[in-house]
């Protein structure tokens, strides 16, 4: 008895033949996936897969210690460390970029409330003291710079378990991330490379072909796994996985998410 058409096997589509025929060069992927190491900080890891695929660095790994650092300061909530160490590093990173200086600052007093209201009754004058002095002189330059101020500020008269949609983000994680990764690019950018990973440009790309390939309804699958991240792996794969590398790797994944790019 012939299979019906609701039971036979769907034949494997034209589009995922092709993509099988596509015989990307190890040497290639092999730099691809150092140049992501070497951009997004994780030194370990680029030590040992370089000696693991038997390539060497174009970049300095060492270097990129400076930039672990840095960003291991900001997702510590170490503001003036991180300064500080981008001053010594480059100090025309922040004196030529005004609005990243400001975010700096701006995470810096989130900080300082977030100590100061973190007990009942606490002084909020160091706080206060810190935006006077070098918030609200920069704050009339530009006018999201005052309206930032101003939110900030608010969270000195809000109770933290109990904040607006407008002012939660402030005081979540998610905002020394974002800070973190502009500096990260700001100092790769002041060195002459580029500020994006490679592969993160590729997938970007392919998202796009994908869309117009949609838009234009060419024949692909309804869904196309790009397979950088594994939504069924178990929760055990997940702890394994963070605790490869050493700790210089960890403070560049998020918070101690692992970084879907690598997982």
């Known amino acids: 008895m012939s299979p019906t058409p609701s039971t036979a096997t769907p034949t494997w589509h034209q589009f995922e033949r092709k993509v099988d025929e596509v015989k990307p060069s190890k040497t290639d992927i092999n730099y691809l996936v150092m140049d992501y190491l070497v951009t997004n900080g994780y030194p370990a890891a680029a030590k040992r897969f370089a000696v693991e695929a038997n390539i060497q660095p174009k970049a300095d790994i060492e270097s990129i210690q400076e930039r672990v650092e ?3 300061a900001i997702h510590s909530g170490d503001i003036q460390i991180a300064i500080e160490k981008i001053n010594e590093l480059n100090p025309q990173i922040l ?3 005004p609005s990243l200086h400001f975010s ?5 007093l989130v900080e300082l409330i977030r100590r100061c209201t973190s007990t009942p009754n606490a002084d909020i004058t160091p706080a206060l003291e810190f935006a006077t002095s070098q918030l609200a002189p920069r704050a009339p330059t530009n006018p999201q710079f005052l309206e930032d101020l101003e939110r900030t500020l608010a969270l000195l008269i809000f109770p933290s378990e109990n904040l607006t ?3 939660a983000p402030l005081l979540h994680p998610n905002l020394r991330k974002d800070i973190a990764t502009k500096v990260n690019e700001a100092i790769l950018k002041s060195q002459g490379a ?3 990973a490679r592969l993160r440009n590729l997938v970007k790309l392919r998202a796009w072909a994908e869309q117009k390939a949609r838009e234009t309804k060419s024949g692909i699958p309804d869904i196309l796994d790009i397979g950088l991240y ?3 792996q178990s929760a055990s794969d997940h702890s394994r996985s963070s605790h ?4 210089d790797d960890a403070v560049m994944t998020n918070n101690g998410d692992i970084d879907p790019m690598i997982a």
């Open 230 to 232: 594994n939504e069924k």
């Open 165 to 167: 949609p407008s002012l």
């Open 244 to 247: 490869n590398g050493n700790s």
């Open 95 to 97: 004196d030529e970029n």
């Open 70 to 72: 840095i960003r291991s």
């Open 104 to 108: 700096l600052l701006r995470l810096q």
């Open 194 to 196: 580029r500020k994006e």
